[in-house]
Each structure stands twice: as structure tokens, then as C-alpha cells.
């Protein structure tokens, strides 16, 4: 199957760049293509000959119009003479494109990296190169991004040949990125820093509020990015925990996401307001906050669409509409932007020889638009071994579980349950049971009309959709994740939104301790060592988990007598009887020691076919919870498929228009 054509966006970036390129090159071009010029560093030399001084001019540029300078030279670092040759340039047509060639990962930082080279920094006539520790930090961020559409590393980005070390007095060529982001906002006269502040966050606010609180409870928080917007702007994170930055053993993670729709921005404030509740309240000594602190390690990420946000925010509110903002900046709705993998369990549940947990990603996703926002999520949830989750939104008041897609696909409307239904339920209960306005028994209200339901409905049975984030989370991963509908109003005026926090503070804070419910432990060898990837079975509920790498897991389990089962493979397996009591509320400790097989290991149950393993992971080639990948195991595939027979890449011909003088560094055969 061919791959598609690229957007086109893409397409019209292109013919109008070729169109005023012109042919020909300032300095001879060597083998491969590139510019060789006095500037550059030897290829066997870190270092670099000191540059004469210079003539500092207007940065003319557009495409770097927004560097944290406004003067460079000429000649160029490329030996570019003149504005015209650098953008007649086919490294300038690359910066141009980069961010819809790479679907927004990596964006702006490698164009500012680029702009950093063929417009360098120019003050009081001498030219500064940017820092050679930015570029490899970049390089090993994003190399993955390349790899993924059969792109080699430019030769521009050589971070040996054009950066430089701080001994040299280079500079940080995204320092304009965090511009406003690290200045200290005071808060208004005589308030103290434990001040919950109930207003709209812009992006710099959300970030400030953020690093603020994590700094205010440095032992027991920290703040960290898992990528950025396609506009570039860091997805962040706060977490909590005793040990922040660290997985404790047997210590449960939590996730809770807000404005994966940008226009629903409710979620987004409650996981500010809540992360700064929770720092508070663990230093002025609650035992609830300070228990669920010392045994769960909780992540808020309030923001997942920080660009649609935009978009709803310079409506305001009260005047945004039902869908403006909704979508991140590639117009993709990220609720339906994950692999649609709903769909291949219904076909696997026919059938009692193969799994139907822990199901690969298929090979065609990546053929389509993914967004880098959705990539962030899946390498976060591939990284850290979660177990429970939520997603906060807006538009009605009820709280929904998976399945979201029906199982009959024709069917808008159809209860289509998990193995887990009953878990499920409690889940959902967990949040909608203890929120005022869920439980107000007015049918007249917002969310009336799921009164009769207690508030909580299959998602399915509410309307079908496919390539939503809780199903994933179920289908690819050990994690539980229900979907919360905050409010009528997706974008509530600020003076709704101390109401709103009071409304969800107990749920919020209810929903984050039933983590505890159910069965953890470690499963072991007989020599002690833990056991990975190791499968908990539960006899009558199709659907298994797995250990993390330290052997320990996790089993969210209704009340009740369980059947649990351990195994692995080349190990027997180990059966429990467990009960779990119905108003027990701290999970149980069930650990198995498993005994080796004296034979060649059976093969226990199928798992889904998986296909080859040559393919470029665009997730960063990490294997579960940050794990090397072991031989053989597939990677989570790539968005192109590696060129074969010596064929081009898809996206050589769009660049062979450009001039006589084709960009052929970029290829990687």
C-alpha cells in the first residue's frame, strides 16, 4: 500500500518556497549536497576556528522572525551571502516545512536550532554560535521524529561542527521559549504564597502556578514536560509523590488530564487549583493529604491542548462557541485521535485461544495524522506504569467509563461493557456519588437526564465514538480511565469557578484513593529476583495485567472472592484464592514466588499477531516504563515505512523542484 500524499498545507509551503528559490549555490557543495565554507569546525575537531569579526545587520528572515535576537551577518555560518542566497537555501526550505513534515514534534526548537545556524546571533560586530549541549539534547530528543519518516539528521545540526561549549560563551538559542515563563507573577498585597487564586490561566500563568507550587514543596513535587503542542508549547506536568521523579515499588500511579478539548477548560482549573491544594494542605499537616501523598504517586497534567485553549480563550467566556478551540492546532480532535483498538477487541473476544489486553498498536495508525500531543500521551503512558486515570471535560454532567465504541459499530447508542464492568462502575460511582450536583435529585438540572442513572453510564450507551483515550488506556496499557463531565458550560464565567471547585474537591480527592482498591504485590522468582512483564489473571474477567519491572502490580478489584493467577513464561504458575471485603479501602498484598519450569515453557495464551519488528518507532523506541526493548519485541511502529530497493522517501519529490542542487544529506541510504 503506498503512503498518502502529505497534507496539503505541506504541498502549498513547498510550491511556493520552490517557486522563489533559485538555482545554484554561494560555495562549492560537496558529494553530499551541503555548503562547505570556512566556518565550519573540522569533522575531526570539537572545536571550532575563532570567527573574524563581523557586520551586524537587521535579521531579515521571516521564518526566523521570532529568535531571541534581531542581528546577524553575512556570510552565514553556510557561507550564505546574502538574505536571498539563505533563502533560496534548501536547509532554509527544510526549517520552513519541518514542523508539518515531523507533525509537530519537535517544534519550535529545531527551527530556532536551524535559525541559530543559517541566521547566526550577531552583537557589537562579532557572532556568537549557539550551544553545542542544546543541540545533542535536541538531537537525542527528536532523532526518533526523523527516523520515523526515513529522514536523516540535517547536516547543519551537526552539533560538532557549527555549536559550540559554554566555555566558549555560547548561548541558548531556545531562551526565548521560556521568555515569561520563569518570572515570579506576585500575588496580590498581603495574601500568603498557600493563596488558591480562582481565575482563568492563561499558559504563562498555568506554567508559573505550576513551577510555583512544585517549587513551594520541592520534597514532594516537581514539575516536568512529556513534549509539546504542534505550536510548541510544553505539555506540563506536575507530580506528587514522597519521592518525586521516582516509582516507588508497590507505590500506585495516578494520572488526571484536563482540555484534552481546548474550549472545555474546567478541567484545566481544577487541576490547578488542585495541585496547590495539595501542597498546601500537606504542609499545614492533613493526615488524608499526607497519607494519599506518602503511598500514591499522582501526576496532573491540566492542559493537554494548550493551543486549542488559545483559540477558546480570545473568545473569553461566556462567548465561546460549542466547538470553537475544540481541536488542537492540525484541526484533529485528540479524543479521537488515538488507534482505534476497540475495534480489534471485539474481533479477538470471539475467539478463547488468543488475548485481548495489552493489544499493539496497529501498523496503519501511523499511516494517517497523529498528534504530537496524542504521541506525548502514549510514550507517557508507555513510560510510566499507570493505573489509574481520568479525563476531565465539558458539555454535561455525568461521569462515563469504557467502552466508548460500541460494539456493534452501526449502532449509536448501545451498552457495550468491559471485562471490567463492575470495577468500572465503582470507578465512576467513586467520583459521581460524592459531587452536590450530581447527586441534587432535580431532573431539571444540567445532567438531569442521567439521573436515574446515578449520574454514570457506559460511554457506548451515551453515544459511540472511536479512537478515544479511555479505551486505549484499557485495550494498551494496565490502566483504568473514566471520562468526567464537569459542567453544562464549557467555558464557565470566573466567577462560577470557586462554585465548581467546591463541587469537585471531595470527587476529585475520592476518586485518587480508590487506586487503593482491590490487590497489589511482587511477583518473584525462587531466588528472589523480580519476575517482569509477568501475567495477574482473575478468573472470570477477561482481561489481564501485567508487573512493571520491578516485579510489582497492581489489580483493581470490585469486593468479593477472586481466583487470581500468576505466570509467566518458562515459570509455572501460582494460584490464589483472595477475598476482598467490601469496606476494605487499602488494597491487599498478594505476592507470588514463581517456580521454574523444568522443560521447555509452554506457551500459554496467544497474544495478538504482531507484525515485523524492522519498522522506526516514533515514540522514542523505549519498551514499557522506560525498559530497553528486548530482542525481538515490536516496536510501537512507524508513520512511514523505511524506503526499500533504493526507492526515495515520500517526501523526496516534494524537494526536487527546489534547484539544480537537491538536498540529498537528507537521505539516509
Same mark, same amino acid.
Request: aromatic share 10%.
Given at each position: 500500500m503506498p503512503p498518502p500524499p502529505p497534507p496539503p498545507l505541506l504541498l502549498l509551503l513547498l510550491a511556493a518556497l520552490a517557486a522563489a528559490s533559485r538555482p545554484g549555490c554561494p560555495l562549492a557543495r560537496g558529494t553530499t549536497g551541503d555548503c562547505h565554507g570556512p566556518w565550519a569546525a573540522d569533522s575531526g575537531s570539537d572545536a571550532m576556528t575563532p570567527l573574524p569579526p563581523a557586520t551586524c545587520v537587521d535579521m531579515p528572515l521571516r521564518t526566523c522572525s521570532d529568535v531571541a535576537y534581531n542581528q546577524t551577518t553575512f556570510p552565514t555560518l553556510l557561507e550564505h551571502r546574502s538574505r536571498e542566497a539563505v533563502e533560496a537555501s534548501s536547509e532554509y526550505i527544510l526549517l520552513s516545512v519541518l514542523h508539518h513534515l515531523l507533525e509537530g514534534q519537535c517544534n519550535p526548537d529545531l527551527r530556532l536550532l536551524g535559525c541559530a545556524v543559517l541566521a547566526p546571533r550577531c552583537e557589537g560586530g562579532r557572532v556568537r554560535r549557539p550551544c553545542r549541549h542544546v543541540c545533542e539534547g535536541l538531537r537525542e530528543a527528536c532523532q526518533p521524529a526523523f527516523d520515523a519518516i526515513d529522514m536523516a539528521w540535517p547536516y547543519f545540526l551537526d552539533c560538532g561542527r557549527y555549536f559550540a561549549s559554554v566555555e566558549e560563551g555560547c548561548y541558548d538559542p531556545l531562551e526565548k521559549l521560556r521568555e515569561g515563563l520563569d518570572v515570579e507573577e506576585a500575588l496580590p498585597s498581603g495574601l500568603p504564597p498557600t493563596f488558591i487564586h480562582f481565575t482563568h490561566h492563561s499558559y504563562a500563568q498555568m506554567v508559573r502556578v505550576l513551577r510555583r507550587t512544585a517549587a513551594r514543596c520541592a520534597h514532594i513535587a516537581k514539575t516536568y514536560s512529556i513534549g509539546r503542542s504542534f505550536n510548541g508549547k510544553e505539555l506540563l506536568v506536575i507530580e506528587f509523590s514522597a519521592r518525586p521523579g521516582q516509582h516507588e515499588l508497590m507505590e500506585p500511579e495516578v494520572k488526571l488530564i484536563g482540555n484534552i478539548h481546548g474550549n472545555e477548560v474546567a478541567g484545566r482549573e481544577m487541576l490547578i487549583y488542585l495541585a496547590q491544594y495539595l501542597c498546601t494542605?500537606?504542609?499545614?499537616?492533613?493526615?488524608?493529604?499526607?497519607?494519599?501523598?506518602?503511598?500514591?504517586?499522582?501526576?496532573?497534567?491540566?492542559?493537554?491542548?494548550?493551543?486549542?485553549?488559545?483559540?477558546?480563550?480570545?473568545?473569553?467566556?461566556?462567548?465561546?462557541?460549542?466547538?470553537?478551540?475544540?481541536?488542537?492546532?492540525?484541526?484533529?480532535?485528540?479524543?479521537?485521535?488515538?488507534?482505534?483498538?476497540?475495534?480489534?477487541?471485539?474481533?479477538?473476544?470471539?475467539?478463547?485461544?488468543?488475548?485481548?489486553?495489552?493489544?499493539?498498536?496497529?501498523?496503519?495508525?501511523?499511516?494517517?495524522?497523529?498528534?504530537?500531543?496524542?504521541?506525548?500521551?502514549?510514550?507517557?503512558?508507555?513510560?510510566?506504569?499507570?493505573?489509574?486515570?481520568?479525563?476531565?471535560?465539558?458539555?454535561?454532567?455525568?461521569?462515563?467509563?469504557?467502552?466508548?465504541?460500541?460494539?456493534?459499530?452501526?449502532?449509536?447508542?448501545?451498552?457495550?461493557?468491559?471485562?471490567?464492568?463492575?470495577?468500572?462502575?465503582?470507578?465512576?460511582?467513586?467520583?459521581?456519588?460524592?459531587?452536590?450536583?450530581?447527586?441534587?435529585?432535580?431532573?431539571?438540572?444540567?445532567?438531569?437526564?442521567?439521573?436515574?442513572?446515578?449520574?454514570?453510564?457506559?460511554?457506548?450507551?451515551?453515544?459511540?465514538?472511536?479512537?478515544g483515550m479511555s479505551d486505549f488506556n484499557y485495550l494498551h496499557s494496565n490502566c483504568f480511565e473514566i471520562t468526567v463531565e464537569l459542567g453544562c458550560i464549557k467555558f464557565p464565567p470566573e466567577e462560577a469557578l470557586y462554585t465548581l471547585w467546591q463541587h469537585n474537591k471531595e470527587p476529585l480527592l475520592n476518586f485518587m484513593e480508590t487506586v487503593h482498591r482491590g490487590i497489589k504485590g511482587v511477583v518473584m522468582d525462587k531466588f528472589g529476583k523480580p519476575v517482569k512483564n509477568a501475567r495477574i489473571v482473575v478468573k472470570g474477567i477477561r482481561h489481564d495485567i501485567t508487573t512493571a519491572p520491578d516485579g510489582d502490580y497492581w489489580r483493581l478489584l470490585p469486593p468479593?472472592?477472586?481466583?487470581?493467577?500468576?505466570?509467566?513464561?518458562?515459570?509455572?504458575?501460582?494460584?490464589?484464592?483472595?477475598?476482598?471485603?467490601?469496606?476494605?479501602?487499602?488494597?491487599?498484598?498478594?505476592?507470588?514466588?514463581?517456580?521454574?519450569?523444568?522443560?521447555? %515453557?509452554? #506457551?500459554?495464551? =496467544? /497474544?495478538? *499477531? +504482531?507484525?515485523? $519488528?524492522?519498522?522506526?518507532?516514533?515514540?522514542?523506541?523505549?519498551?514499557?516504563?522506560?525498559?530497553?526493548?528486548? %530482542?525481538? #519485541?515490536?516496536? =510501537? /511502529?512507524? *508513520? +512511514?515505512?523505511? $524506503?526499500?530497493?533504493?526507492?526515495k522517501p515520500w517526501w523526496w519529490s516534494y524537494f526536487t523542484s527546489l534547484s539544480e542542487h537537491k538536498p540529498r544529506w537528507l537521505l539516509k541510504y
Amino acid at each position: 500500500m503506498p503512503p498518502p500524499p502529505p497534507p496539503p498545507l505541506l504541498l502549498l509551503l513547498l510550491a511556493a518556497l520552490a517557486a522563489a528559490s533559485r538555482p545554484g549555490c554561494p560555495l562549492a557543495r560537496g558529494t553530499t549536497g551541503d555548503c562547505h565554507g570556512p566556518w565550519a569546525a573540522d569533522s575531526g575537531s570539537d572545536a571550532m576556528t575563532p570567527l573574524p569579526p563581523a557586520t551586524c545587520v537587521d535579521m531579515p528572515l521571516r521564518t526566523c522572525s521570532d529568535v531571541a535576537y534581531n542581528q546577524t551577518t553575512f556570510p552565514t555560518l553556510l557561507e550564505h551571502r546574502s538574505r536571498e542566497a539563505v533563502e533560496a537555501s534548501s536547509e532554509y526550505i527544510l526549517l520552513s516545512v519541518l514542523h508539518h513534515l515531523l507533525e509537530g514534534q519537535c517544534n519550535p526548537d529545531l527551527r530556532l536550532l536551524g535559525c541559530a545556524v543559517l541566521a547566526p546571533r550577531c552583537e557589537g560586530g562579532r557572532v556568537r554560535r549557539p550551544c553545542r549541549h542544546v543541540c545533542e539534547g535536541l538531537r537525542e530528543a527528536c532523532q526518533p521524529a526523523f527516523d520515523a519518516i526515513d529522514m536523516a539528521w540535517p547536516y547543519f545540526l551537526d552539533c560538532g561542527r557549527y555549536f559550540a561549549s559554554v566555555e566558549e560563551g555560547c548561548y541558548d538559542p531556545l531562551e526565548k521559549l521560556r521568555e515569561g515563563l520563569d518570572v515570579e507573577e506576585a500575588l496580590p498585597s498581603g495574601l500568603p504564597p498557600t493563596f488558591i487564586h480562582f481565575t482563568h490561566h492563561s499558559y504563562a500563568q498555568m506554567v508559573r502556578v505550576l513551577r510555583r507550587t512544585a517549587a513551594r514543596c520541592a520534597h514532594i513535587a516537581k514539575t516536568y514536560s512529556i513534549g509539546r503542542s504542534f505550536n510548541g508549547k510544553e505539555l506540563l506536568v506536575i507530580e506528587f509523590s514522597a519521592r518525586p521523579g521516582q516509582h516507588e515499588l508497590m507505590e500506585p500511579e495516578v494520572k488526571l488530564i484536563g482540555n484534552i478539548h481546548g474550549n472545555e477548560v474546567a478541567g484545566r482549573e481544577m487541576l490547578i487549583y488542585l495541585a496547590q491544594y495539595l501542597c498546601t494542605e500537606y504542609l499545614l499537616g492533613s493526615a488524608r493529604i499526607q497519607r494519599l501523598l506518602n503511598t500514591t504517586r499522582i501526576h496532573l497534567l491540566p492542559s493537554m491542548n494548550p493551543d486549542g485553549y488559545e483559540v477558546a480563550a480570545a473568545e473569553g467566556a461566556g462567548y465561546n462557541g460549542w466547538t470553537s478551540g475544540r481541536q488542537n492546532a492540525q484541526n484533529l480532535d485528540l479524543n479521537r485521535n488515538f488507534p482505534d483498538l476497540t475495534s480489534e477487541y471485539y474481533r479477538l473476544a470471539e475467539s478463547r485461544s488468543v488475548r485481548s489486553d495489552h493489544i499493539p498498536i496497529p501498523q496503519h495508525y501511523w499511516w494517517g495524522k497523529v498528534a504530537p500531543e496524542t504521541k506525548a500521551i502514549m510514550k507517557w503512558m508507555r513510560t510510566t506504569p499507570f493505573v489509574l486515570s481520568a479525563s476531565l471535560h465539558g458539555g454535561d454532567l455525568v461521569v462515563s467509563y469504557p467502552f466508548d465504541f460500541s460494539k456493534h459499530p452501526q449502532e449509536e447508542k448501545m451498552f457495550s461493557p468491559t471485562p471490567d464492568e463492575k470495577m468500572f462502575k465503582l470507578l465512576a460511582r467513586a467520583y459521581a456519588d460524592v459531587h452536590p450536583m450530581m447527586m441534587d435529585r432535580s431532573e431539571n438540572r444540567c445532567g438531569g437526564n442521567f439521573l436515574k442513572r446515578g449520574s454514570i453510564i457506559n460511554g457506548a450507551d451515551w453515544y459511540s465514538f472511536t479512537g478515544g483515550m479511555s479505551d486505549f488506556n484499557y485495550l494498551h496499557s494496565n490502566c483504568f480511565e473514566i471520562t468526567v463531565e464537569l459542567g453544562c458550560i464549557k467555558f464557565p464565567p470566573e466567577e462560577a469557578l470557586y462554585t465548581l471547585w467546591q463541587h469537585n474537591k471531595e470527587p476529585l480527592l475520592n476518586f485518587m484513593e480508590t487506586v487503593h482498591r482491590g490487590i497489589k504485590g511482587v511477583v518473584m522468582d525462587k531466588f528472589g529476583k523480580p519476575v517482569k512483564n509477568a501475567r495477574i489473571v482473575v478468573k472470570g474477567i477477561r482481561h489481564d495485567i501485567t508487573t512493571a519491572p520491578d516485579g510489582d502490580y497492581w489489580r483493581l478489584l470490585p469486593p468479593g472472592s477472586h481466583i487470581v493467577i500468576a505466570q509467566a513464561p518458562g515459570y509455572s504458575k501460582v494460584i490464589k484464592k483472595v477475598t476482598i471485603p467490601a469496606r476494605m479501602k487499602r488494597a491487599g498484598r498478594v505476592d507470588f514466588i514463581l517456580q521454574p519450569l523444568g522443560t521447555r %515453557p509452554k #506457551q500459554l495464551l =496467544l /497474544g495478538p *499477531r +504482531r507484525s515485523g $519488528s524492522g519498522l522506526r518507532d516514533p515514540l522514542g523506541g523505549a519498551s514499557r516504563y522506560g525498559e530497553p526493548e528486548e %530482542p525481538g #519485541q515490536e516496536p =510501537l /511502529g512507524g *508513520r +512511514r515505512q523505511p $524506503s526499500v530497493g533504493g526507492s526515495k522517501p515520500w517526501w523526496w519529490s516534494y524537494f526536487t523542484s527546489l534547484s539544480e542542487h537537491k538536498p540529498r544529506w537528507l537521505l539516509k541510504y
